[in-house]
Nanobody
């Protein structure tokens, strides 16, 4: 599986961004998908994850109520809608495939390149 993340950028606090991750391969719907982020000097952390069918989602406490994960299996894409962004959301965001829907990063076998999200105060 090859993954291509996009949609990052610079936004003011309180603003919104929508990240997209396009996946190759015909088995996309069989993969749980996750979004992770890594800020400078910090460890990578899970942001959100979604089951293959889209019926189960997981969110880190820090983003609950602000971020929404979704997927379009017909288009082989997963999305992360980010609202009410805060400066502490600034990080490189990565999409990943094939791991646990509860978001343990070590369980994910496939990773895309990151997309930078910068939230100014």
């Amino acid at each position: 599986v090859q993954l291509q993340a996009s949609g990052g950028g610079l936004v003011q606090a309180g603003g919104s961004l929508k990240l997209s991750c396009a996946a190759s391969g015909r088995a996309f719907r069989s993969y749980n998908m996750g979004w992770f982020r890594q800020a400078p000097g910090k460890e990578r952390e899970v942001v959100s994850a979604i089951s293959g069918g889209g019926g189960i989602t997981y969110y880190a406490d820090s983003v609950k109520g602000r971020f929404t994960i979704s997927r379009d299996n017909a288009e082989n894409k997963v999305y992360l809608q980010m609202n009410s962004l805060k400066p502490e959301d600034t990080a490189v965001y990565y999409c990943a495939a094939g791991g646990a829907v509860t978001g343990e990063s070590g369980s994910y076998a496939y990773w895309g390149q990151g997309t930078q999200v910068t939230v100014s105060s």
